[in-house]
Every structure is written in C-alpha cells, then in structure tokens.
C-alpha cells in the first residue's frame, strides 16, 4: 500500500490554487502547509481526505518526465465533478471522462495535464 506521494512544481503558488479547486470533488482538502523556510529545502502543500494527507506538492523543479497520479472516486459522477473543476482552474484535457473498457470492464475515468504536465487522473470502478 502506497502511503504518499506527491510532485514538484514549478509555479508553487498557482498549482496549489489549481490542487485546492481539482481535488475539491475528491474529498480532498489542503490540509498542512509548510514554507521553505521550515523544511530547509522547499514550499511544500500536503493534500488529503482529512485528517491525513497522502498527497504533496512541492516547490522546485518538476519531474521530467511529468508524472500520472490517479486519485480514486467513489462515482462517475466525482469523476465528472473533478474533470469539469480541473478544466475551470487551468488544467488542460487529456481525456474526457468516460469509460476505458481498455483497461477493464467499468473502469471510468478522466485525464487532466497540471501547469507542469503531470496527468492527473480521477478514476471510478465499478
């Protein structure tokens, strides 16, 4: 089991607001906020479904290349919800959401590139 994970930005301020508006459909909130100042090394964000956060940012170079994250919901219609909220705060289509019988049968998902990239992904199963 995957206890966290998390990607670096470039634009540390903007992707947060984006992160904040995405995951927001998810459950997800902007739970810990820790400057450079405190960590020495970077601004960082952790996100999660309260009380802990599985997911971080971090301030700094991004991964090359972008990294895929998925983030599971609990209905199509989160996977919706989380596309259309990921579009109206900048990110850009990488897959609409719908069925990816590909990968298997009631698989539903959607596919959003970050500032940076990196494909983030909402997906349901059913």
């Known amino acids: 089991m995957i206890d966290h994970t998390g990607v670096g930005v470039s634009d540390f301020q903007k992707s947060k607001a984006f992160y904040i508006s995405a995951l927001a459909p998810l459950g997800y909130r902007l739970i810990v906020e820790l400057p450079e100042a405190v960590t020495k090394g970077a601004d960082v964000a952790g996100f999660g479904v309260p009380p ?35 579009i109206k705060a900048g990110g850009k289509d990488n897959g609409k959401p719908g069925l990816r019988p590909q990968y298997h049968k009631g698989y539903y998902g959607a596919f959003v590139l970050d500032f940076d990239g ?7 199963h059913e």
């Open 52 to 86: 802990a956060p599985d997911f971080w940012l971090n301030s700094g170079k991004p991964q090359s290349p972008p990294v895929h994250v998925a983030f599971r919901a609990t209905s199509r219609e989160q996977v919706d919800q989380f596309y259309e909220a990921a």
């Open 118 to 124: 990196h494909n983030i992904e909402a997906v349901f």
